[in-house]
C-alpha cells in the first residue's frame, strides 16, 4: 500500500468511527479523540525510525523478505518507500506535543 495514503486513511477511519458514535447516539469531543488517536498511532510507530537508522549505522539491510521483495535490498528504496510511515507518525506527534 503506498504509505502516501496514510493521511487519507486515518481522516476516514476517525471520520467513521466519529459518525458511527454520533449515530448511536453517543457523541463524543472530536478534538479528544483525534488527539487519542495521534497519541497512540504516534507511540506506537516510535520505534520505526530508530531501527531503521540503526540498521543503516550497522550496515544491515533495511528490507523484509516480506514487505520488501520487489526493491531486491535496494536500501534507498526501501526509505523512500516507507518515507510516509516516518513522516506521519511525526505529524501525530505534532498533534499533541507541546510546541
Do not use: N
Not at 493521511?7 to 483525534?34: H, K, T
Not at 523478505?65 to 505534532?94: C, I, M, N, Q
Amino acid at each position: 500500500m503506498p504509505t502516501g495514503l496514510l493521511p487519507e486513511i486515518s481522516e476516514a477511519v476517525i471520520g467513521g468511527y466519529l459518525q458511527g458514535l454520533r449515530d448511536a447516539g453517543r457523541p463524543m469531543d472530536e478534538g479528544g479523540l483525534r488527539r487519542q488517536v495521534a497519541a497512540d498511532g504516534a507511540a506506537k510507530y516510535c520505534w520505526l525510525a530508530p531501527l531503521m537508522l540503526t540498521r543503516l549505522a550497522v550496515s544491515t539491510p533495511l528490507g523484509s523478505p516480506v514487505y520488501d521483495v520487489d526493491v531486491d535490498g535496494d536500501d534507498a528504496a526501501v526509505l523512500h518507500r516507507r518515507t510516509g510511515l516516518f513522516e506521519h507518525p511525526t505529524a501525530w506527534s505534532a498533534q499533541v506535543l507541546p510546541a
